[in-house]
């Protein structure tokens, strides 16, 4: 196997600048992957609780997402390397499998009859998600040219707001429309997971319809012919990745350590901590006004998701005028500082004003890290590097779910609303591991997203 000791030039072909909305065009598609994901953090706890799960149960029953990222994205990342194919292209086909697989489980999930059934599901739900992901940040990488990968990043930061915002206000808004009970779960959950299944399939036939891939040069195809076949080869591929990974890498994953680990908490825990500050209501106490308090918090997780994608943009052009690393701070101290106000506020109204601050982190998380790391990236490596990426993710989430549940029932007391004040420390701490980034490529201050440009 070769060698990687230093990244080829980002350039080794022209790439064709794009115009704005031809970015936009190629990131369309994932907008139904982050409406997808957008469920699971807003609604598959409550519907858990309304199953029965206790608290310290949680965590271990959102396993599914962390361990299906780690097992997935790596591996869909180093096959969708030396993949080729002439009508299909290197990324589509797993855009394609994945959304579909989406589409499938979120359209069966509204009927799971019991917990186990729920979670089985989830298991399946998050492999999709993870197969249609994954390539989606290489695609960035392999059709935009380092001037134009920020905006090509944020555009997907944009589509992260814009669509678990779809997915957060669905669960304000069909409660109010849709009333009553089949089975075991309300009927406004059939509606937003419906909905959710044709956001899947529809928004990523867009991109796959609208976006051409870049055909591999000959050199590349064939590398890609002679590339190391067989069921261990992704397995090789990924070991000896994360054996030359840059140093930046590093550096990187330890800033995801404790950001990932934090938003576990927070997801998990975010509608039970509404329930208790507000409404002073638990899903066994009172299940009619912890079913108000979701509704609620779907109207403050759209509202933070409304300012990811307000705010998305914005950073792009901070992070190329300024500094990537000093943006990522601020917004981490931001997104810390509302964790840490959030449980504490009992006017339902002032929430949106704690939450705005993760707004503009979440935007940030969902985009700017990536320019620490794409200009020390191989570009044969696009896609087991962004896999790679993606297990510093999930391994802080498998971690916070095994230990988590300990954490939450001996050290705070099983209130959700500590776990909130817990996570938002952790975010504090990772503004603070940013500091030791050290990226060896910085951006050209002069650069300045282009927001013109036709179709």
């Known amino acids: 196997m070769p060698k990687y000791s230093k990244p080829e030039p980002m ?10 909305w031809q970015i936009i065009n190629m990131n369309v598609g994932f907008f139904g992957i982050q409406y997808s994901f957008g469920l699971q953090q807003n609604a598959v706890t409550p519907i858990y609780d309304m199953l029965g799960a206790s608290p310290d149960q949680i965590p271990l029953l959102h396993l599914a997402g962390p361990v299906t990222g780690l097992l997935v994205q790596p591996i ?31 359209l069966i999930y509204p009927f799971s009859s019991s917990l186990w059934m729920a979670a089985g599901l989830l298991w399946v739900l998050d492999a999709g998600n993870n197969t249609a992901m994954e390539p989606y940040r290489a695609f960035i990488a392999d059709k935009l040219d380092d001037q134009q990968q920020p905006t090509g990043f944020q555009a997907q930061s944009f589509f992260t707001g814009f669509g678990q915002t779809l997915a957060a ?18 009927n406004w959950v059939y509606a937003s997971f419906f909905l959710g299944a044709v956001c899947s399939i529809g928004s990523i036939l867009w991109s796959v319809k609208t976006t051409p891939e870049i055909p591999p040069t000959p050199e590349e195809l064939e590398e890609i012919k002679n590339a190391e076949k067989g069921i261990f080869a992704p397995f090789k591929e990924i070991f000896s990745a994360i054996k030359d990974m840059p140093r930046v890498m590093w550096q990187l994953a330890l800033v995801y350590l404790f950001q990932w680990y934090a938003l576990f908490c927070y997801w998990q825990n975010s509608s039970k901590s509404v329930a208790l500050s507000v409404w002073n209501a638990t899903p066994t106490s009172e299940p009619e006004l912890y079913e108000k308090a979701v509704s609620w918090y779907g109207l403050v997780s759209t509202w933070y998701n409304v300012v990811t994608f307000l705010t998305a943009f914005g950073l792009a052009y901070l992070a190329r005028k300024y500094n990537p690393k000093l943006v990522h701070i601020v917004c981490l101290v931001l997104a810390g500082v509302g964790f840490l106000a959030f449980p504490h506020i009992e006017n339902k109204y002032l929430l949106f004003a704690a939450i705005t601050g993760f707004g503009v982190g979440w935007a940030s998380m969902m985009g700017i890290p990536y320019l620490f790391v794409v200009g020390d990236i191989p570009k044969e490596r696009y896609g087991v590097y962004m896999g790679i990426i993606n297990m510093m993710i999930v391994i802080p989430m498998i971690m916070q779910s095994l230990s ?38 910085k951006l050209k201050a002069d650069t300045v997203v282009n927001f013109s440009g036709g179709h």
Do not use: E, Q
């Open 76 to 106: 869909i990342g180093a096959m969708s390397d030396k993949t080729w194919h002439p009508k299909w292209g290197r990324r589509k086909p797993y855009f394609l499998v994945g959304a579909l697989m989406c589409s499938i489980c979120l």
């Open 169 to 186: 206000l669905s669960l304000f808004i069909f409660p109010l429309i849709i009333v009553g009970k089949t089975g075991s779960l309300p």
């Open 11 to 20: 350039n080794f072909i022209t790439k064709p600048k794009l115009s704005f």
């Open 404 to 441: 988590f549940g300990y954490i939450l029932k001996h050290f705070l007391n099983n209130d959700p609303r500590h776990a909130i004040t817990f996570a938002g420390v952790l975010l504090l701490i990772a503004a603070v591991a940013t500091l030791f980034v050290k990226p060896t490529k």
